[in-house]
């Protein structure tokens, strides 16, 4: 059973920073490309960002082109969101996804979800 564990949510304020982590489990991490969403209160879930299973393809949505970066850690079964220069808008509850294939865009179709963490950003 592939399970997603996502941490690192937390409160900051507008333009501070907070890195994300989603554990992966149950499969072989390699196999998997990884992909972050996002769900704001009263809004659908939006695509943030995607990244290739070696790490060398990346996609972001343009709310976030320059302030966030995703990577990933295979040998520790691992990605990561960076997020920097964090605004209100960017409030939401945070979901990394994986899938065996990867999405360069922010219309894919993932196989495998995590529970989400909490970002909240004050002004």
């Known amino acids: 059973q592939v399970q997603l564990v996502e941490s690192g949510g937390g409160s900051v304020q507008a333009g501070g920073s907070l890195r994300l982590s989603c554990v992966v489990s149950?499969?072989?991490?390699?196999?998997?490309?990884m992909g972050w969403y996002r769900q704001a209160p009263g809004k659908e879930r939006e695509f943030v960002a995607a990244?290739?299973?070696?790490?060398?393809?990346?996609y972001y949505v343009d709310a976030v082109k320059g302030r966030f970066i995703i990577s990933r850690d295979n040998e520790n079964n691992t990605a990561y969101l960076q997020m920097s220069s964090l605004k209100p808008e960017d409030t939401a509850i945070y979901y990394c996804?994986?899938?065996?294939?990867?999405?360069?865009?922010?219309?894919?179709?993932?196989?495998?979800w995590g529970q989400g963490t909490q970002v909240t950003v004050s002004s």
């Open positions: 149950g499969r072989t991490f390699t196999e998997l490309a």
């Open positions: 996804a994986a899938d065996r294939q990867y999405y360069s865009g922010e219309y894919g179709i993932y196989e495998y």
């Open positions: 990244i290739s299973w070696s790490g060398g393809s990346t």
